[in-house]
């Protein structure tokens, strides 16, 4: 059976204190490089982040030794205008023919086996339709300062989405020490293979073929996120009315409901710089110091985005049968904005402006469903 072509994907705005040790994870990788094609996109970085990744590529095609950094292709896209994380993602399948995609975002540095240990995974099941890989955290100051090196084992940062019934969703295993693989007496769900509901956008292995057929019809052109898109209707994988938190977990949500499977794999390893949640939650102080680290306009997307998830996603059946789950979780929530974050709730008139076309396009997924409510609903805990 031949290898196949893994296309990495990397989104990048102002990136510039990372995309070297980015780059460097990916440099480092076993997997044949030339069975590797580098898609880069740049949202209109103002920093030294483009110099940076131009002089990479300058340095690969100056090198007579292929044998070591001959990739397939390291192509850099430049836009002036900022699209977003996952629009940015989406755009880059445009000049992607990889049977694989690692959507890397840049304060992610992969382990040298990411991808090799990857495709060992997916090629076991064709119906594996995204990789979760094991994440730890890192602070890039102590890597830049050498009071870190990246090492197996340590703080984990996620090792994908975990939801419940009231609709909360968790990085499984954020802020728990992982002694690493070999650690017997260490937690079972940081060492072994197991579906999971979904994986989380930090560092996505995905097949391809998974990832187009989650796409969804429109009724109106993304043409200025497309470029030469003449086609008066489209069809999007990532939701751009989203723009920007909470698309991954509308996607990975889809992906269940269209019956793709999703693996957690423990081999898999990369560290990733958090940046808005450095510090764990202990205490409702700590909750609201946490949230405070978070822009606002995250906050008030992060509050609207995780509701069109659910009006996008959701079986009826399963949401009356955890009524009162979501309910109280809704009531908290609102009584926290109003007292302690009532800037989010300056989104409610978008929220409902969007409803109708959110309704719209869960009546699509609702058609095309292959997975059961009943088989779904086990997801939430």
């Not at 304060?107 to 090629?123: L, R």
């Not at 339709?129 to 602070?139: F, M, P, S, V």
């Not at 709730?345 to 409803?355: Q, Y």
């Not at 869960?362 to 086990?378: D, F, L, N, P, W």
Request: charge should be positive; include cysteine; glycine fraction near 6%.
């Amino acid at each position: 059976m031949s290898s196949p072509l893994v296309t990495i994907n990397l989104v990048v705005l102002n990136g510039e204190k990372y995309i070297r040790h980015c780059l460097d994870g990916i440099l480092a990788q076993t997997y044949p490089h030339e069975l590797i094609e580098v898609n880069i996109l740049d949202n209109g970085s103002a920093d030294k982040t483009k110099e940076i990744i131009n002089a990479t590529r300058s340095d690969l095609e100056a090198r007579t030794d292929l044998k070591d950094f001959g990739f397939a292709k390291f192509n850099l896209v430049e836009l002036t205008k900022n699209i977003g994380v996952w629009p940015g993602q989406e755009k880059l399948l445009q000049y992607s023919i990889g049977k694989y995609v690692l959507g890397l975002c840049v304060d992610v540095i992969v382990d040298k086996d990411f991808v090799k240990n990857a495709i060992e995974v997916m090629e076991k099941d064709e119906k594996i339709g995204a990789l979760q890989a094991k994440i730890y955290k890192y602070d890039i100051r102590d890597l830049e300062i050498g009071n870190w090196k990246l090492e197996i084992g340590g703080t984990i940062d996620t090792c994908g989405f975990h939801i419940f019934k009231s609709r909360r969703v968790i990085n499984i295993g954020h802020g728990e020490e992982d002694k690493g693989p070999f650690d017997s007496a260490q937690d079972k769900q940081f060492n072994e293979q197991k579906d999971i509901f979904g994986v989380e956008g930090a560092a996505p292995f995905f097949r391809k073929s998974a990832l187009e057929d989650c796409r969804l019809s429109t009724n109106y052109a993304i043409a200025q996120n497309v470029e030469n898109s003449k086609s008066k209707f489209s069809r999007e994988i990532l939701d751009h009315d989203f723009f920007w938190y909470g698309d991954d977990l509308d996607l990975v949500w889809r992906m269940n409901m269209f019956g793709w499977r999703q693996v957690f794999a423990p081999s898999v390893i990369a560290w990733h710089d958090r940046q808005t949640t450095k510090t764990l939650r202990k205490s409702q102080a700590d909750f609201i110091k946490i949230r405070r680290q978070i822009p606002a306009r995250k906050r008030r997307l992060d509050w609207r985005n995780t509701r069109f998830t659910i009006i996008k996603n959701d079986y009826i059946i399963n949401i009356l049968k955890d009524l009162p789950y979501i309910l109280k979780r809704e009531f908290m929530m609102f009584g926290y904005l109003v007292v302690f974050e009532p800037s989010v709730l300056f989104e409610i008139p978008e929220f409902l402006r969007l409803i109708p076309k959110m309704l719209k396009k869960r009546r699509e997924v609702m058609g095309r469903a292959k997975t059961s409510a009943k088989e779904i609903h086990k997801w939430f805990k």
